[in-house]
């Protein structure tokens, strides 16, 4: 069996203390998940990690909406994901490391990469859960269950989470019809309605679909491209930053929140607003997930 100090990295997410990222004290362990094999449109998110984790050296770590500072409980950063494997490896290399990071009862944030390095981590989350939610920010529904030949694809990650755990699906607005007559209603929240709605009594609706533990994977093409327009697959309608964050935190007062990812960050010359928003909102559910098992301010 691996140790964390085996594939830790020196440097990482945030600008804080080596002592606060030593993996034995550390609460959080970022596993960076540098993959791009199926994505179909442009191509790089896997510099996505790295921009993300870059990004954040230049974030105050004071966190306003908790009122606190979520690195004091410690953040190891590990060494990227070996993906030389192809994505079969990768799949199965992410659940491991998530896994065994459960195990010591730490809580995982992978950073992507495509979508479908959330499969093993949403695998391994459902594996230590007696039952588990897997709450979705994206645009896209990612319900195909083959696409270009393969179950693992980007474009298949909810059917394959949805085969070990309930889903709740946010901020959708792209689908196919092979998707559509699939879909859940009642756990589908389309962007659109969202925008549109005069409050946020949609964000109770969530809350109430919540049962056991929670994993959260953000696609940040959930977001509207004018706030986030890296990304491989943008599409217009999208959230605002305050959606999101403030449903976060009603996720974290709901339930226990065990993991999660943030992903399909594309980076773009000169346009570092995309990765630097992908760093504040992994922040952000750190933050979250710390508060929601008791280890918040």
Not at 23 to 29: F, L, S, T
Not at 258 to 278: F, K, M, N, R, T
């Amino acid at each position: 069996m691996f140790t964390l100090d085996e594939l830790w990295a020196t440097g990482g997410f945030l600008e804080i203390d080596d002592a606060l990222r030593e993996p034995e004290g550390a609460r959080v362990v970022v596993i960076p998940a540098a993959f791009d094999g199926t994505s179909t449109w442009v191509k790089g998110a896997d510099k996505g990690p790295a921009a993300m984790i870059e990004a954040s050296q230049h974030l105050e770590n004071y966190e306003p909406e908790d009122a606190w500072e979520p690195s004091d409980r410690g953040i190891a950063t590990l060494r990227a994901i070996d993906v030389s494997g192809g994505l079969g490896g990768v799949v199965t290399s992410i659940e491991s490391v998530t896994g065994r990071t459960m195990d010591l009862g730490k809580i995982p944030v992978v950073l992507g990469g495509e979508h479908s390095v959330s499969i093993g981590a949403i695998r391994a989350a459902a594996a230590r859960s007696g039952r588990l939610t897997v709450v979705q920010i994206d645009a896209h529904a990612d319900l195909r269950e083959s696409y270009h030949g393969s179950g693992l694809n980007h474009a298949c990650v909810m059917a394959r989470a949805r085969e070990v755990a309930d889903i709740v699906q946010i901020g959708l607005r792209s689908v196919s019809h092979g998707e559509l007559v699939t879909m859940d209603p009642e756990r589908t929240f389309w962007a659109h309605e969202i925008v549109e709605s005069p409050d946020e009594s949609w964000m109770r609706r969530v809350e109430a679909l919540l049962g056991g533990d929670v994993y959260v994977t953000i696609d940040l093409d959930g977001f509207d491209p004018s706030i986030v327009p890296a990304t491989g697959t943008p599409e217009p309608g999208g959230l605002r930053w305050g959606q999101v964050s403030r449903l976060l935190g009603r996720i974290a007062d709901r339930a226990r929140i065990v993991g999660g990812d943030v992903v399909e960050l594309c980076p773009l010359a000169g346009q570092h607003a995309s990765a630097q928003v992908g760093a504040k909102i992994t922040q952000r559910l750190i933050s979250c997930a710390l508060r929601s098992q008791g280890f918040g301010p």
